[in-house]
Structure formats: C-alpha cells, structure tokens
C-alpha cells in the first residue's frame, strides 16, 4: 500500500517521482567516491556515462556480477519478482 494511489494526481511540476530516482542514478556516474580515501575523493575511473555503478567499475567485480550465461546479470527472486542480487551476493 505504500505510495498506492486510488486516483492519478498529476504533478504540479510536471514530473513524477521516479524523476528523483534517475537523477540519482545519473549521478552516481560521474561522482564515485572512494570509500577507501573517503568522500572527498574519486575514484578517478574515467568520466562520463560508462554504467560501473550497474555492470562494475573494474573486471573482478563485473566478473562478480555476471552470470555467464545469455549474457545476463546476476539476480535474485523475490516473491516471484527479478531483483538485482543484494550486496551480499554479489
């Protein structure tokens, strides 16, 4: 029930919540911080919109995240849903 609606209410703005969630994901892109050096450090792997925050940052942890098989990702299922893999997994 969360966030359900029983009628559409349109934004007054003209964008939907989802906008927020994009926004950040195009974010993470360009800014990586380095949980080793802390946050006011990058990575300083490349720029631009490469999706290492989705398909990894470096060829172990793409290794991690690949299923070898069809060329698909990792997942896990929840509730009969595809969800990528929890941290733990991966």
């Known amino acids: 029930r969360f966030l359900l609606r029983r009628k559409f209410i349109p934004d007054p703005q003209g964008t939907n919540l989802m906008f927020a969630f994009f926004a950040q994901h195009f974010t993470h892109q360009f800014f990586k911080t380095s949980g080793k050096m802390g946050p006011g450090f990058?990575?300083?792997?490349?720029?631009?919109?490469?999706?290492?925050?989705?398909?990894?940052?470096?060829?172990?942890?793409?290794?991690?995240?690949?299923?070898?098989?069809?060329?698909?990702?990792?997942?896990?299922?929840?509730?009969?849903?595809?969800?990528?893999?929890?941290?733990?997994?991966?």
């Open 42 to 90: 990058t990575k300083a792997l490349g720029h631009g919109v490469d999706l290492g925050h989705i398909y990894g940052d470096n060829l172990e942890r793409q290794y991690q995240l690949r299923l070898f098989k069809d060329g698909k990702l990792k997942y896990q299922m929840l509730n009969g849903e595809v969800y990528p893999p929890s941290v733990e997994e991966a």
